[in-house]
């Protein structure tokens, strides 16, 4: 059976199924509705919820709990996220595992409470300091959101890692039918975690410090050995090109939506095209696109920014075939026609 949901209060619901025990949150918009959703609900759950002072405090308070053992989750939406890129840095050098949620708003800076895509760097390149990446799942609907808040919840205990989740606004309070799928939790080995030894085990220490050189680069050199595995079993995208497809139209999130009504109306005039959606962001499906149909000869990246997942698919092309680009801003979501009559004009020859 099928409910009505809006996407926010899916991830909610969805993190408490999964196993959250702790919600660590701040206000601000389009991301409300889920501190709002688990003050409900954390209680009957068995669950801990805290609005902290500030979302500093909010990610400081997840980095106690994961250390703890606990699966703990943070939400928030843009600059929020940027405030907690120190935290996130610090649980990324300690190796713990969490989930973060970015509903996404434009900017940059305070920006509005409209959705948008600016956020990929700040996702997919470590916005905090030092060398690490977070893996990072982007849902297109309110049914993908759902599932893959389990998945990032197993991603994160099976790797010891935090996980991002990055959505838009839209999706954010979009409602949609979704059957509430519960997934089994991944079984993993927590005896790294400070819970209290009663003497029973040596004592556990959890830092990203070290004043030692060599022993703060074996430490990135073990993290880089785990992202290694993520690339190799954690990679998710959705590649709708066929042989005979003149252009593959790269996009994300639900804004792939709006390119797969582009691509009907598209094979309405006699133009082929197809969608390659990447599900994980980091990491990023880059060997698909040497292995596109013949028929391919033009890609377009159409994304909510000034073009940042363009430089990733430029990466993933590595000059083999001419990569353009589309995009909007500030709030700002094309319209299917925008994008049918950029590939036109690829089609035709223009730039």
């Not at 996009?251 to 582009?262: C, M, Q």
Request: proline share 6%.
């Amino acid at each position: 059976m099928k409910v009505l949901m809006k996407g926010n209060d899916a991830v909610s619901e969805a993190a408490i199924q999964a196993g959250c025990k702790a919600f660590f949150g701040y206000p601000i918009t389009p991301q409300n509705e889920i501190p709002e959703y688990f003050s409900r609900k954390m209680e009957a759950a068995g669950g801990v919820f805290v609005q902290a002072e500030s979302e500093v405090a909010a990610i400081n308070m997840v980095y106690g709990a994961a250390a703890a053992g606990i699966r703990c989750m943070t939400t928030s939406s843009s600059p929020g996220i940027a405030l907690k890129q120190e935290g996130i840095s610090y649980i990324c050098g300690s190796n713990l595992p969490c989930v973060i949620v970015n509903v996404a708003r434009c900017g940059p800076g305070l920006g509005g409470i409209l959705p948008a895509q600016s956020d990929y760097f700040q996702a997919t390149r470590g916005g905090g300091n030092g060398d690490y990446y977070t893996p990072v799942f982007a849902p297109s609907t309110v049914q993908e959101a759902w599932d893959l808040v389990f998945h990032a919840f197993n991603v994160a205990d099976k790797y010891r890692t935090p996980v991002m989740i990055l959505m838009e606004g839209l999706l954010g309070q979009m409602m949609e039918p979704l059957e509430m799928k519960v997934s089994p939790p991944v079984q993993v080995d927590k005896s790294w975690c400070v819970n209290g030894n009663s003497g029973k085990r040596p004592r556990n220490t959890i830092t990203s410090l070290s004043l030692y050189a060599e022993v703060l680069e074996q430490m990135n050199i073990d993290r880089f050995k785990v992202y290694e595995e993520i690339k190799k079993n954690e990679t998710k995208v959705e590649n709708g090109v066929k042989d005979g497809d003149t252009v593959a139209i790269v996009a994300y999130g639900s804004p792939a939506r709006i390119v797969s009504n582009a691509i009907e109306e598209l094979a309405a005039d006699g133009i082929k095209a197809g969608l390659i959606r990447p599900i994980s962001l980091w990491p990023y499906p880059y060997d698909l696109f040497q292995n596109l149909p013949g028929s391919v000869k033009h890609i377009l990246v159409a994304e909510l920014s000034m073009g940042q997942m363009v430089e990733d698919v430029r990466l993933g092309v590595e000059g083999k075939y001419p990569v353009h680009f589309y995009g909007r801003s500030g709030g700002s979501i094309f319209e299917p026609s925008e994008i049918t009559a950029k590939v036109k004009e690829i089609v035709k020859g223009g730039k």
